[in-house]
């Protein structure tokens, strides 16, 4: 397992003791989430560097973000045609 640089050994271990613990459909929701999570940071980022762009500009702008350049020009493309 990859130690976090922020993070303590101790409190790692009870960390990963705690998800030992979890039933699979509990680990499934934590992930869930912190999927979730992530998405609305990486929004709220692009909001703030982009204040005037379209919903359909953030949209691809996050989609860019979270999957990078090349599947977010897929997902850009395939949301245009949609709306063009």
Known sequence: ???SGD???AAEARQ???WQQMTPEERLRVAADMSDAVRRLVEAGVRSRHP???ASELQALVAE???GPEL???VRHRHEGRIG
Request: no cysteine; proline share 0%; charged share 10%.
């Open 1 to 3: 397992m990859i130690r």
């Open 7 to 9: 993070t303590s050994a």
């Open 16 to 18: 990963l003791e705690a």
């Open 52 to 54: 005037n762009a379209t």
């Open 65 to 67: 973000a979270l999957l």
């Open 72 to 74: 977010g020009a897929v």
